[in-house]
């Protein structure tokens, strides 16, 4: 029993790609699109905002450059929402090697973030955000691969002393492969179970 549930837990952490933190984004190819995926919720913040001021309706990425980001709006057109300005503790300096502003083609966002690589003001959050409160957002890239965005795999993380953000890069087809394989490993392992009780349930010969 506790070999088997041991098993379970393990392939739990074999197949999900992300990591533990406050908020996650999931990347990766779907089809023939791109698709980010964030859900969690902030419950701390680095100290007290820096600054604050208006921000556009950014729902995308630039991978590299003094001005990377990932970003995401409630927002659309040219709209700006009020924010906050922090500086995190632990930051990427970029997601790859473009330095084009990628906006999704489609997008949905519960709250307004942005964060980005520089060495100050990291990360950009709604005003009106309150803290603990479920956040939920997806984009959607057409017609595009991780490769001709210019984003790079890997796990990326804005962080301090008691919270993150952490955005994963996974490419589809490896996820898959990964469910696959843990999947396996479960059927394999009910069987040789069944085989167990079939063997002890065996009568004695005489």
């Not at 520089?118 to 479920?134: C, H, K, P, V």
């Not at 063997?199 to 004695?204: L, N």
């Amino acid at each position: 029993m506790w070999k088997k549930l041991a098993f379970c837990l393990c392939l739990a952490s074999a197949i999900s790609p992300v990591s533990q933190a406050a908020i996650t984004i999931h990347m990766a190819e779907v089809g023939s699109n791109v698709v980010a995926t964030l859900s969690g919720a902030i419950n701390s913040l680095p100290s007290a905002p820096t600054s604050s001021g208006g921000l556009g309706a950014v729902s995308g990425v630039r991978p590299s450059g003094d001005t990377m980001l990932f970003g995401l709006s409630k927002l659309s057109g040219i709209q700006t929402v009020q924010v906050h300005y922090y500086t995190a503790t632990t930051y990427p300096s970029n997601l790859g090697t473009s330095t084009s502003l990628l906006q999704a083609n489609t997008s949905t966002a519960s709250t307004t973030m942005m964060f980005r690589n520089l060495s100050t003001n990291n990360i950009m959050i709604d005003q009106s955000y309150a803290l603990g409160t479920a956040v939920t957002g997806t984009l959607t890239w057409n017609n595009k691969t991780l490769s001709s965005m210019g984003v790079a795999t890997g796990s990326y993380v804005w962080g301090w002393s008691s919270d993150s953000i952490t955005l994963n890069v996974v490419p589809e087809p490896s996820y898959l492969s990964l469910v696959a394989l843990g999947l396996g490993g479960l059927i394999a392992w009910n069987r040789r179970c069944k085989g167990n009780l079939v063997e002890h349930a065996a009568p004695s010969p005489v």
